[in-house]
């Protein structure tokens, strides 16, 4: 079975034509699936029922579903569930800003990577997600709302740069004529440094924003917090970093959550500001979510607000993440998580 949802527009010609069908026909899918955004063949009333017989026999069309939306009072943060075709689940969310609407996806089905403080790797990579998947989560949240997204950022479960063609895939059909068409320079893509697919990313001259999780100014320090320190130093990091900006001109921006007594001192700004100078970039400081299985504690408003101030005396951009959905679950990860603990324990 075909996943048509993941074919570009000229594979989906190609596609069509294999079924004897024009290329107009595969112009009118094209945009029932990725500008429409309907949730099956049958809403693609213009195609006739013939047709859409031979699609559903020939290949899937991937919709996912919602199982629990979570809403905070706060600030109008969703946090959606959803349940793919293999009983498998993801989460995403929906962040509204004054500038618009705002969704994280998940790369993948758990993790590999391992970061000591992360929800989402505590059981391991169960498997990647498709591109069709990745831009479903989008789709379902903007039908769901009756509100265009204008943002995306590759932020929720799951390591993107670990899932690599699948996420070009799933770029290319994002930002393109003729799809639900999100701006590039609206998307940003985190990855904890994976840094030979940093190089290769940088080669495809996207404008996106490359959005690289640091969290410690040493390596030693890193190690401690993120595994992939130990195959890739902060040097050889910081120089797929530079690349990257010198191949597409887009500034990075580093993550860094502060963990109380861990990573969060003036010497620790002091040295992050060291390495980072001569390198146009922001940093985008996150208090640690407390994360049940993990006894990290985040830093003080206080120790946060410092931190800014001694990476500003040192000339470095900084932004404090603004928190978002305090009540819906704390950190990326946990709600599928604590659904599927509930749905084992009910069996
Ligand atoms: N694998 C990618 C993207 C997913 S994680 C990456 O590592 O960047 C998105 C961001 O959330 C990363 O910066 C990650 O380090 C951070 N993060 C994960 N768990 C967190 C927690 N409990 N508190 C604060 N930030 C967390």
């Not at 992050?272 to 299985?293: S, T, Y």
Request: charged share 25%; aromatic share 6%.
């Amino acid at each position: 079975m075909t996943d048509i949802k993941s074919l570009n527009y000229d594979e989906l010609v190609t596609y069509m034509a294999g079924l004897g069908e024009k290329k107009f026909r595969a112009s009118q899918l094209y945009q029932w699936m990725h500008e429409k955004l309907a949730d099956s063949f049958d809403e693609c009333t213009n195609l006739s029922n013939a047709l859409r017989q031979k699609l559903k026999e020939t290949s899937e069309y991937v919709c996912l579903e919602p199982v629990r939306v979570q809403r905070s009072k706060l600030d109008g943060t969703e946090k959606y569930l959803f349940r793919l075709t293999d009983g498998n689940y993801v989460e995403s969310v929906l962040m509204k800003y004054h500038h618009g609407n705002s969704v994280c996806i998940s790369s993948q089905v758990g993790c590999r990577m391992g970061c000591r403080f992360c929800a989402s790797t505590i059981g391991g990579l169960t498997r990647n997600l498709l591109p069709s998947e990745m831009l479903d989560q989008i789709y379902r949240i903007q039908t769901s709302i009756g509100e265009r997204i204008s943002n995306v950022v590759v932020m929720g479960t799951g390591e993107p740069l670990d899932n690599y063609d699948n996420l070009l895939r799933f770029i290319h059909i994002l930002t393109e004529d003729g799809g639900i068409h999100i701006s590039q320079r609206n998307l940003t893509v985190s990855t904890c440094g994976l840094v030979p697919r940093i190089y290769e990313l940088a080669e495809e001259k996207l404008q996106m924003t490359l959005a690289v999780s640091l969290h410690a100014p040493n390596d030693e320090k890193r190690r401690e917090l993120m595994p992939i320190a130990n195959k890739y130093s902060i040097d050889e990091l910081l120089a797929a970093c530079h690349n990257y900006f010198d191949k597409t001109g887009r500034r990075i921006t580093f993550e860094y959550s502060l963990v109380a007594g861990v990573n969060d001192s003036k010497e620790n700004a002091q040295e992050l500001a060291g390495r980072l100078k001569g390198l146009n970039c922001h940093v985008n400081l996150i208090p640690v979510n407390p994360v049940r299985e993990r006894s990290f504690v985040r830093s003080t408003r206080e120790a946060v607000e410092n931190f800014k101030i001694n990476l500003e005396k040192c000339g470095i951009n900084v932004t404090i993440r603004r928190e978002m959905g305090r009540d819906i679950d704390g950190a990326c990860g946990q709600l599928r998580k604590r659904y599927m603990e509930k749905t084992e324990s009910e069996k």
